[in-house]
């Protein structure tokens, strides 16, 4: 059962959304950005240190009322979702756990207050769901590092105000050689080679990076150097039941539109939903969100409780993305060519929805993990 902060929490971010995103989300599209003020906006309404802890500036709340809060921003839009919920975990949760005084109040403080988003610098052109394989190297100089190698695929890589970097400081150990680095963009070194074209999440720009060397000092070091790997792997348990919430919300949005159209359509004399082609897909489509949302739920309840989340959160996102895909697929067939037209919202969230099954795990890497853990 939902308390009544995390209802809260849902409520104020559904209104929100059906204020402020909703209206002006197809603008933002046209014009492949969100405007600077929104994202302070968002941080002045708390949704961007809303897991944060309240001593740096955040609201301590709970892993399902964050998950519900992503749930909501995803039916408005789903990479204005993804950057806020990054920002409360991994970014807010690692710096809050694992960061000096000094990045604390550097990097942490202005993020949660809206003044910026973060990205995540992981993947390479040779290292995607193999972190392990990671090029980009490190190399350690007196009370410092030097920073080489590309970063590809990176979400707001050119528009953040910071970034978790992951790089290998050790090439000979692997993924124990790993180590996390707080960057940003505007410091020398930091280069944006091309901003990609991509088929959704259009509000926010996806780039490749090049580090050459950049040079940070040791206080640019999160956490333990070698310990990057085993950093990533638990923010990812999270981040995936952030993901899960972001399918459900797109699903959501997408079905809601679909009964809304079935009810006004009218087609042999009568509204489309009373045709029981319709009528049955719509019921299988709403069972299925509401099987995700409690997964997910589920997920984030484990993970709250300190109890060993990963097969949950790998379940939940792994069935919640998939879901996604089928339900936002359903919208656009029941609306016919008005779905398939350019422009249009469903059309908007079919595009959205296929980064879920990519980005935090692929579908066939969480199927390899819930193979072993089952083993």
Known sequence: MLTDLELSVREVTRSY?????????????????VPEQVWRELGDQGFFGLAVDAEFGGAGASVTAWALMIEELAKGDCAIANQVGGTNFPFGS????????WQQQEFLKPA????YYISLLLSEAHAGSDLSQIRTKATKRDGGWVINGEKNWITGGATSGAGILLATTDPDAGARGLTLFLVRPDMPGYNVVRREPKMGHRVIDICQISLDDLELSDDHVLGEVGMGYRTILDGLDT?????????VGVAQKAFDLA?????????????IFQHQAIGFKLAEMATSIEVARQMYLRAAELKESGAQSMRESAMAKLFASEMAESVCSAAVQIFGGAGFAGGGLVEKLYRDQRILQIYEGTSE???????????
Not at 17 to 33: A, K, T
Not at 94 to 101: A, F, I
Not at 112 to 115: F, I, Q, R, T, Y
């Open 17 to 33: 959304v059906e204020r402020q995103i909703s209206p002006n989300i197809q603008q933002w599209e046209n014009e492949g950005v």
């Open 239 to 247: 981040s995936r039941i952030g993901v899960a919430a972001q399918s």
């Open 365 to 375: 890497v969480l199927k390899m993990l819930i193979q072993r853990d089952l083993a």
């Open 94 to 101: 690692k710096l809050s756990e694992l960061g000096t005084p």
């Open 259 to 271: 009964l809304e159209y079935a009810k006004e359509r009218v087609s042999f004399g009568q509204p």
């Open 112 to 115: 949660v207050a809206g003044d």
